[in-house]
């Protein structure tokens, strides 16, 4: 009998009522007071509660049941019991109304602190320099969490970090933890010496937050220092012993990989290492589901577990997801070698750096493979060719996009038919059933398996922000002596390249529309102040030219494109070189202000087999006058005369990429200075930490400035808004789904 029917029925035995004890009595006096005496207490509280508990008077019987119950065994049976509350609480039993409502003041309920690090610091085992170096000596499953950016030297023993194994030796690996990725934690199994280094230019990068409220509040920025100590200033980072000791306003969260995760990892390290073959791996699954921290583990723990001895040290990785790529930059998919463990985000490392080469790229030029399906598989292809050719001895891990409905599940069929993985790996055990079976069915000779999904508590910043800041640092990335430098000014205060666009000696060959071209008297206004990819011509078969110099069809570009497979050469046929002067005659046509623009109105792309991503510029201006535009690029001039060297043309490719209205405010916070980032920090939600520029916190900042017309740039002062119909207009493309029919 459950808990309620035996209350149930002991409250119908009572045919008489008990005289109450002094206890029930007391309880039955409490009588709850009158509208006019709440009033009363309001008036005088001096501070509201903000949260209320309706209460209401119980009937005598309930509590003289209770009277008879204390103290019996089916006290407990009842309190245990989670249908009912404690006996000398309100049970909803009463159908009345009651005369009188009383406001219980509550506290509010502070989340407890959580311990992240069990390292405790003493004199025989921490000690700093003045520097800011930490040497500390780590015992058997001591772990350390740190926020901020550091350098990690092991001096004797080893330990982990993101799946990394760091072992004794001269290297420091940097790891860039900001507050808006899970923290990775530093683990030791044994005992172990290591330093922890300052990091020397992530002062660069965290001087991004007076160009865009993306960049404020990911580090350490409100530790506090203690005046006089010089090592103080210096420190790059903070070691969390608990979720308190972080920054106010802060979510903060530990890497956590769960057993099903390690036990995979090890089983695929394991395979590696026993088979001559090396494995290939794709990883596959809904969107937020931990592909990509999956990715990273795996990778990780590829690279630190190779023998010392062997000859390819290093793993590949395919990294096919345009819109969140790990990489390479957004709009893009790339062939990379890795030689080192990756410990950051994307944005800490846009142009890559010693361990971390772009092989090959492809420009996409939209942030989904939805924009041209069949571009993205034969991009895919030709990456996955240049491997075979170039890195068929690593290991290899591709991952994919969150795509995997409707179109994005038949891509990620056709690229395991493609590809032919010798690993599927589905990061979700809860379906949808129509994923996994159609999943199931093209591993043909691949092992499929199924993981449990890792979604991040942190909800900081939405997808479109990360892709934002990984661009903007990316267009913010100096190479000066091979080591990677921040410029932290505006771009405004940046000299553009001076590229000329026309005349037989220009610097472009043309440029090319993928998805729409807008006509050709407003294609200068289409192009200035957005994001082009600079591509690379290697043969004027990338045009898919026709003989008569006609655009191909598609479908005629299209045939099966595992056809084409091992089909690349390294070495560059004199026949293919390009005759400019053809292709100008047939296929190219002029804007009025001069620009030569490649004809692709009937959706034709380049030929991914001829061509190559170089990498991104913006589009600052157009020099009418003097058939100049204006180009701003991290890409050194060297590398873009390696190219021209080499017989190639450049070709400017224009898209959906995402709108870079960071680049149009920044110098609109950088001129207000450390002035906005208290004004903003304080009207920011806690569980965001970043003001929106499309709307609130910043723009009412920068409405308050005194400013000067800027170019695409609204500015809205006091409570004004933005008008109905003025922000972008999105097309719906689900709404044949049964999920929208009506009636």
């Keep these: 009998m459950s808990a309620f029917a035996l209350r149930k029925r002991l409250l119908s035995q009572l045919a008489t009522p008990t005289p109450p004890t002094s206890d029930a009595a007391k309880d039955a006096n409490l009588v709850p007071p009158t509208a006019d005496t709440v009033e009363d207490n309001r008036s005088r509280t001096p501070k509201r509660a903000r949260k209320a508990l309706k209460t209401q008077p119980a009937p005598s019987h309930v509590n003289e049941l209770d009277v008879a119950l204390k103290g019996s065994p089916l006290e407990s049976l009842l309190v245990n019991d989670n249908a009912l509350v404690k006996t000398n609480e309100v049970l909803p039993i009463s159908h009345s109304p009651t005369t009188a409502e009383v406001e219980v003041s509550v506290k509010p309920v502070r989340t407890p602190s959580l311990q992240l690090s069990n390292f405790k610091p003493s004199k025989g085992n921490y000690r700093r320099g003045r520097d800011g170096r930490l040497t500390m000596k780590l015992s058997h499953e001591e772990r350390l969490v740190i926020l901020g950016s550091y350098g990690v030297h092991v001096t004797s023993g080893e330990v982990t970090i993101n799946g990394a194994t760091l072992r004794t030796s001269k290297k420091v690996h940097w790891v860039e933890a900001p507050q808006c990725h899970a923290l990775p934690v530093i683990r030791c199994f044994d005992d172990a010496m290591l330093e922890l280094l300052p990091h020397p230019t992530i002062a660069g990068l965290k ?24 090592a103080s200033s210096n420190l790059t980072f903070q070691i969390l012993y608990t979720t308190a000791d972080g920054p106010k306003k802060m979510a903060l969260q530990d890497l956590v990989s769960p057993p099903e995760w390690n036990r995979e990892i090890a089983k695929l390290v394991k395979v590696k290492a026993s088979q001559s073959k090396p494995c290939s791996v794709m990883i596959t699954g809904p969107k937020s589901s931990g592909k990509s921290t999956f990715g990273k583990i795996l990778t990780n723990r590829l690279i630190t577990k190779q023998l010392s001895g062997s000859v ?6 395919l990294d096919l997801d345009p819109g969140q790529p790990e990489y390479c930059v957004a709009g893009q998919i790339a062939l990379v070698r890795l030689t080192g463990p990756v410990l950051g985000p994307s944005f800490c490392r846009p142009l890559g750096n010693s361990d971390v080469r772009i092989v090959r790229a492809h420009a996409l ?11 993205y598989l034969e991009a895919a292809i030709d990456l996955m060719t240049r491997y075979r050719n170039t890195l068929g001895s690593y290991p290899l891990v591709i991952n994919t996009p969150g795509w995997i409905q409707g179109t994005g599940l038949d891509l990620l069929t056709s690229l395991i038919d493609s590809l032919r993985p010798t690993e599927v790996i589905y990061m979700s055990e809860s ?21 449990p999904s890792q979604a991040s508590q942190l909800t900081s910043r939405p997808a479109a922000h990360f892709r934002s800041m990984q661009t903007m640092a990316y267009f913010h990335t100096e190479t000066i002596d091979s080591s990677i430098r921040w410029n932290s000014s505006p771009l405004t205060t940046v000299a553009p390249w001076q590229v000329s666009y026309q005349g037989l000696n220009r610097g472009i060959l043309g440029i090319m ?25 290697e043969s004027t078969k990338a045009f898919r030219f026709s003989e008569d110099g006609a655009g191909s069809s598609t479908e005629q570009n299209s045939t099966d494109a595992t056809d084409h497979m091992m089909d690349i050469d390294d070495n560059a046929d004199p026949q293919n070189s390009l005759s400019l002067k053809g292709v100008t005659e047939k296929n190219i046509s002029a804007t009025p202000e001069g620009i030569p623009v490649i004809n692709t109105a009937d959706g034709t792309t380049l030929d991914p087999r001829y061509s190559h991503s170089i990498g991104l510029a913006l589009v600052r201006g157009i020099d009418v006058e003097n ?27 224009s898209g959906k990429f995402d709108t870079p209205s960071w680049a149009y405010t920044e110098e609109l916070y950088y001129r207000a200075g450390g002035e906005g980032d208290e004004g903003n920090d304080a009207e920011e939600p806690a569980n965001t930490g970043m003001d929106d520029v499309s709307g609130g916190g910043g723009d009412d900042f920068l409405g308050s400035l005194n400013t000067t017309p800027v170019p695409w740039i609204e500015v809205l002062h006091g409570n004004q808004k933005r008008g109905a119909g003025s922000k972008v207009w999105r097309v719906r493309r689900d709404l044949g789904r049964a999920a929208n029919a009506t009636d």
Excluded at 312 to 317: E, Q
Excluded at 442 to 447: D, G, I, L, P
Excluded at 630 to 651: D, H, K, R, W, Y
């Design 365 to 375: 030029a939209s942030i989904t493979p939805a924009s041209d399906p069949e571009l």
């Design 431 to 451: 379906g949808p059933a129509e994923a996994v079976e159609a999943l199931q069915e093209s591993c043909k000779s691949s092992r499929f398996s199924m993981l």
């Design 312 to 317: 390819h040290h290093g793993v590949a990785v």
């Design 513 to 537: 529309c993928y998805d729409y071209q807008a006509p050709l008297d407003l294609l200068a206004d289409a192009i200035n102040g957005t994001i082009v990819a600079i591509v690379g011509i």
């Design 627 to 653: 058939g100049v535009l204006q180009l701003l690029t991290p890409l050194s001039m060297e590398i873009i005369e390696n190219f021209q060297s080499a017989g190639e043309e450049i070709v400017l490719v």
């Design 207 to 230: 001087s991004l937050a007076n160009l865009a409220p993306q960049f404020r509040r990911l580090w350490n920025e409100s530790t506090p220092t203690k005046k006089g100590d010089p």
